[in-house]
């Protein structure tokens, strides 16, 4: 069995080298999912290869979905939203055709914001603690009036020991929290909790034109497979799980 998490998952930085992003994201997963096939299928007759894909595989929300709150699940069109996502969606397709030609069970997740207080600083709320940790009072942020689904790593760790441990009736699974959280809410809780009052000051090149009002994926599909539930849904319990040990 594989459990293949490595990839470059930074959105800009796949969008500066597009060439690394693909030989990373889409060929090196191919390579390591044509090697379990090899060892596998002549030492056990087969191997299973968990991949971790991304939501944003899905189409983005749109027109009228856009103002409300967008609920996606695995059924939602494909339509990636950015190169990071192409190179995630290429990797699946790759992983399709040698699940086809045998001796390989693949499981994908399709992860939505997962994060955790030791992630890079590139990231949101990384980047907010990082900021806080050292001491700065005003912080630049993109547009915290809007609404994401972040979960816990506990809850991710906890749903990748599940898809190693049990067979899967299906190939394709959402992780996610199922919430939509304010970015507001996450970053003034952060600074709370860190004892710092902090001024967040919109930085232009941090604001993405037309962002979707509230954005939040469906683990229904997951639970009911294999009973997983995430731990630290609500926000509150959520900042608990981010800044845990």
């Known amino acids: ?27 090196g997963t191919r390579f390591v999912a044509g090697e379990l096939q090899k060892v596998a299928g002549d030492l056990y007759g087969g191997g299973v290869f968990v991949f971790a894909s991304t939501a944003q595989v899905y189409q983005a929300a749109k027109g009228e979905e856009a103002k409300t709150e967008a609920l996606f699940t695995e059924d939602r069109r494909i339509e990636p939203q950015n190169l990071y996502a192409e190179t995630k969606w290429q990797a699946e397709e790759a992983l399709r055709g040698i699940a086809k030609a045998g001796r390989l069970e693949l499981r994908i997740l399709r992860f939505f914001n997962h994060t955790h207080k030791t992630q890079s600083p590139d990231f949101f709320l990384p980047h907010i603690y990082s900021q806080l940790k050292a001491g700065k009072t ?25 898809a190693v441990a049990r067979e899967l009736p ?37 604001v993405r034109e037309g962002e979707p009002v509230s954005l939040a994926g469906s683990h ?25 040990d």
């Open 138 to 162: 005003e912080i630049p942020v993109g547009n915290l009036d809007i609404r994401r689904d972040f979960g816990a790593l506990k809850d991710l760790l906890a749903a990748l020991e599940i």
């Open 220 to 244: 229904e599909l997951f639970t009911r497979a294999t009973g997983w539930k995430p731990r630290f849904a609500d926000e509150s319990a959520f900042l608990d799980a981010f800044l845990s």
């Open 170 to 206: 299906g190939e394709v699974y959402n992780v996610c929290s199922g919430k939509a959280k304010s970015l507001r809410a996450l970053a003034e809780g952060l600074a709370k909790r860190m004892g710092v009052q902090a001024r967040f000051v919109t930085d232009p090149a941090r």
């Open 1 to 27: 069995m594989v459990v293949h998490l490595a990839g470059l998952s930074h959105v800009p930085t796949c969008a500066k080298d597009p060439e690394l992003a693909f030989r990373i994201n889409r060929d």
